[in-house]
Nanobody, 115 residues
Framework: QVQLVESGGGLVQPGGSLRLSCTAS??????MGWYRQAPGKLRELVAT???????NYADYVKDRFTISIDYGKKTVYLEMKSLKPEDTAVYYC???????????WGQGTQVTVSS
């Protein structure tokens, strides 16, 4: 069973930066990415990246967040800059397995942007 483990969340001031990481226990993936869920809101897309390098960003994070993947380490990263209070949420890592196309989710990591 594939497990995704996120790290890197925490408390940061507005305008600050954080880097999230998510490592898979096994498997080969066609895509990996990040979603987030704020209190009282639905889970929403942040960014995804396919194995051929195509990226998809939500409009509200473009030019501030950068997704990257190290397939050798089975790790996806999310570099977040110019953070805003509205970026506060639990951030979830996701990965789609290449053959079975099963989707897996991490347990989430809290990001809080506050002064």
């Amino acid at each position: 069973q594939v497990q995704l483990v996120e790290s890197g969340g925490g408390l940061v001031q507005p305008g600050g930066s954080l880097r999230l990481s998510c490592t898979a226990s096994e498997g080969i993936f066609s895509a990996m990415g990040w979603y987030r869920q704020a209190p009282g809101k639905l889970r929403e897309l942040v960014a995804t990246m396919t194995s051929d390098g195509n990226t998809n960003y939500a409009d509200y994070v473009k030019d501030r967040f950068t997704i990257s993947i190290d397939y050798g380490k089975k790790t996806v990263y999310l570099e977040m800059k110019s953070l805003k209070p509205e970026d506060t949420a639990v951030y979830y890592c996701t990965a789609q397995r290449i053959i079975t196309r099963e989707n897996y989710w991490g347990q989430g990591t809290q990001v809080t942007v506050s002064s």
